[in-house]
């Protein structure tokens, strides 16, 4: 922003009765210094007259310095080029125009001010002073005035420019901590849809079982009926915590939210794909699984957790092997491997499905590696997470 634009703004704003009493009181007091030291000792004669009238006038035009200042200093300066009680108030009007206007403005009405005076020393004399020196000194006085006016105009404009960039810093600040939090829970409620996907998956399990084995013992419908219920009642809490994330504009708070697993969930999540009918072979030979960081861990269970679901969405009723191998300083091994169902050799979902679409995305951003492939009847899920030392 120029300084053109500052004194635009200056002007537009409609300065209240402090300023104009703050501007009106140092001018008065400086009028009235002018007379009285011209006068002191000198007699009255007709220039007295004319000084009482240049002062009441320039004390009448000095609020005006406020809204134009450039006009009103303008007939400040031709009324000091006739009387010395219009100086105070001609160096004030000159000082504000340096403050608000383009510095080329403010040099020439500094200009103006030093040739008026320059004028009036020509015809009235300066106390004994030579003209010579009393015009260094006008001069040197306006040139004070336009560097203290330049420093103010800079100040001003540096502290606008301050508060400008708290406001933006402010705004900055508060998008990136709506940004952080949608990602936040985002994060929370894709962890809770790959929980609900396999709680899902689970109960058709069960279901697929009443429906095909009506011929059951009453003890064995029972059990799987007590099972889908109990799933059915997780699976409904887990998605009204998913609904409840995605609607609330308040940050997640963590007691609200189910613990984030870790490698030693691996087993019990084995565990509840073998009651629900699947056999699963876990081979695990990880160093110090409790050690690892949440990342690595959280991935490792995601991975494994993807891979018996689709194991039991596309190749119910085959066996599933799951490897886990590795500890700190290398990295963590995970292979999912179930053989086809005969009468599908590519499964379906897993060569673009939203599942494995996001279980990729999830390994990169742990640093890792996802690949999966049939190979001989066989589908494989493998990824390769590094574990920091």
Same mark, same amino acid.
């Given at each position: 922003?120029?300084?053109?634009?500052?004194?635009?703004?200056?002007?537009?704003?409609?300065?209240?009765?402090?300023?104009?009493?703050?501007?009106?009181?140092?001018? *008065?007091?400086?009028?009235?210094?002018?007379?009285?030291?011209?006068?002191?000792?000198?007699?009255?004669?007709?220039?007295?007259?004319?000084?009482?009238?240049?002062?009441?006038?320039?004390?009448?035009?000095?609020?005006?310095?406020?809204?134009?200042?450039?006009?009103?200093?303008?007939?400040?300066?031709?009324?000091?080029?006739?009387?010395?009680?219009?100086?105070?108030?001609?160096?004030?009007?000159?000082?504000? +125009?340096?403050?608000?206007?383009?510095?080329? +403005?403010?040099?020439?009405?500094? +200009?103006?001010?030093?040739?008026?005076?320059?004028?009036?020393?020509?015809?009235?004399?300066?106390? *004994?002073?030579?003209?010579?020196?009393?015009?260094?000194?006008?001069?040197?006085?306006?040139?004070?005035?336009?560097?203290?006016?330049?420093?103010?105009?800079?100040? !001003?404009?540096?502290?606008?420019?301050?508060?400008?960039?708290?406001?933006?810093?402010?705004?900055?600040?508060?998008?990136?901590?709506?940004?952080?939090?949608?990602?936040?829970?985002?994060?929370?409620?894709?962890?809770?849809?790959?929980?609900?996907?396999?709680?899902?998956?689970?109960?058709?399990? @069960?279901?697929?079982?009443?429906? @095909?084995?009506?011929? $059951?013992?009453?003890?064995?419908? &029972?059990?799987?009926?007590?099972?889908?219920?109990?799933?059915?009642?997780?699976?409904?809490?887990?998605?009204?915590?998913?609904? &409840?994330?995605?609607?609330?504009?308040?940050?997640?708070?963590?007691?609200?939210?189910?613990?984030?697993?870790?490698?030693?969930?691996?087993?019990?999540?084995?565990?509840?794909?073998?009651?629900?009918?699947?056999?699963?072979?876990?081979?695990?030979?990880?160093?110090e699984p409790a050690e690892a960081p949440p990342a690595?861990?959280?991935?490792?269970?995601? +991975?494994?957790? !993807?891979?018996?679901?689709?194991?039991?969405?596309?190749?119910?009723?085959?066996?599933?092997?799951?490897?886990?191998?590795? *500890?700190?300083?290398? $990295?963590?091994?995970?292979?999912?491997?179930?053989?086809?169902?005969?009468e599908r050799t590519t499964p379906r979902g897993w060569?673009?499905?939203?599942?494995?679409?996001?279980?990729?995305?999830?390994?990169?951003?742990?640093?890792?590696?996802?690949d999966h492939q049939v190979v001989g009847g066989e @589908?494989?899920?493998?990824?390769?997470?590094?574990?920091?030392?």
């Amino acid at each position: 922003m120029n300084s053109f634009s500052l004194g635009t703004d200056d002007c537009a704003r409609r300065p209240g009765a402090a300023a104009v009493a703050a501007l009106l009181g140092p001018s *008065g007091v400086l009028i009235a210094v002018a007379i009285l030291g011209w006068w002191i000792d000198r007699p009255p004669g007709p220039l007295l007259a004319l000084d009482l009238a240049a002062g009441a006038l320039g004390l009448l035009l000095t609020p005006l310095l406020l809204w134009r200042p450039v006009a009103a200093t303008a007939v400040l300066t031709v009324l000091a080029a006739v009387s010395p009680a219009a100086t105070p108030s001609a160096t004030i009007g000159a000082l504000q +125009v340096a403050r608000r206007r383009r510095a080329r +403005v403010a040099i020439a009405v500094a +200009v103006a001010g030093v040739a008026a005076h320059a004028a009036r020393g020509v015809w009235r004399s300066n106390g *004994g002073m030579s003209y010579g020196w009393w015009l260094a000194l006008i001069t040197i006085g306006y040139g004070a005035l336009l560097g203290w006016g330049a420093w103010a105009q800079a100040r !001003e404009a540096l502290i606008r420019s301050l508060r400008d960039r708290t406001r933006r810093a402010e705004a900055e600040q508060g998008r990136r901590v709506a940004e952080a939090r949608m990602l936040e829970r985002r994060k929370i409620a894709r962890e809770m849809h790959d929980v609900l996907a396999h709680r899902l998956s689970l109960l058709a399990t @069960f279901a697929g079982a009443l429906e @095909f084995r009506p011929d $059951s013992s009453p003890e064995q419908l &029972s059990r799987a009926a007590g099972v889908v219920r109990d799933g059915v009642h997780q699976a409904l809490e887990e998605l009204r915590e998913v609904i &409840s994330l995605l609607r609330d504009d308040d940050p997640p708070h963590s007691e609200g939210i189910r613990p984030q697993p870790v490698l030693a969930d691996v087993p019990r999540l084995i565990e509840e794909s073998r009651d629900a009918g699947t056999e699963v072979l876990l081979r695990e030979a990880v160093d110090e699984p409790a050690e690892a960081p949440p990342a690595v861990a959280r991935t490792a269970y995601r +991975v494994v957790q !993807e891979g018996l679901t689709n194991a039991r969405k596309h190749a119910a009723g085959q066996p599933v092997q799951v490897a886990l191998r590795g *500890g700190p300083g290398a $990295s963590l091994e995970i292979d999912v491997r179930n053989a086809l169902t005969p009468e599908r050799t590519t499964p379906r979902g897993w060569t673009g499905g939203a599942g494995l679409v996001g279980l990729t995305e999830r390994v990169h951003l742990a640093g890792g590696q996802l690949d999966h492939q049939v190979v001989g009847g066989e @589908f494989r899920l493998h990824a390769s997470i590094p574990w920091p030392a």
